[in-house]
Nanobody, 124 residues
Framework: QVQLIESGGGLVPAGGSLRLSCVASQPILSAYTMGWFRQSPGLEREFVASIDWSGRNTDYGDSVKGRFSISRDDATKTIYLQMDNLKSEDTAVYYC?????????????????WGRGTQVTVSS
């Protein structure tokens, strides 16, 4: 199973930025679509962003479009989530996710490996 380890979370003021990183144990990521999900207390896990195995196709949840950007570096086995113009409603635990041989990873049900999560807290 692919091991995913997130980092980069923290406390930031509204309007600030963070970049999350996810390092995968799988040496070859070209066959994996990667994604980010988040979960706030009392809410279901929510899709945030996805990037396919080619790195050329991305998807974003409606609430983060225009503010977040996902990227991948297969050489370093790292997936990034650049978060700009953060809002208080972005506060959540963010989880890195992966699935093999799928074009889009926008549903939690499709995820085969989850990271441990990293806390992002945005203050007003």
């Amino acid at each position: 199973q692919v091991q995913l380890i997130e980092s980069g979370g923290g406390l930031v003021p509204a309007g600030g930025s963070l970049r999350l990183s996810c390092v995968a144990s799988q040496p070859i990521l070209s066959a994996y679509t990667m994604g980010w999900f988040r979960q706030s207390p009392g809410l279901e896990r929510e899709f945030v962003a996805s990037i396919d195995w080619s790195g050329r196709n991305t998807d974003y949840g409606d609430s983060v479009k225009g503010r977040f950007s996902i990227s991948r570096d297969d050489a370093t086995k790292t997936i990034y989530l650049q978060m700009d113009n953060l809002k208080s409603e972005d506060t959540a635990v963010y989880y890195c996710a992966s699935a093999p041989l799928v074009n889009r990873l926008t549903r939690a049900e499709s995820v085969r490996s989850w990271g441990r999560g990293t806390q992002v807290t945005v203050s007003s």
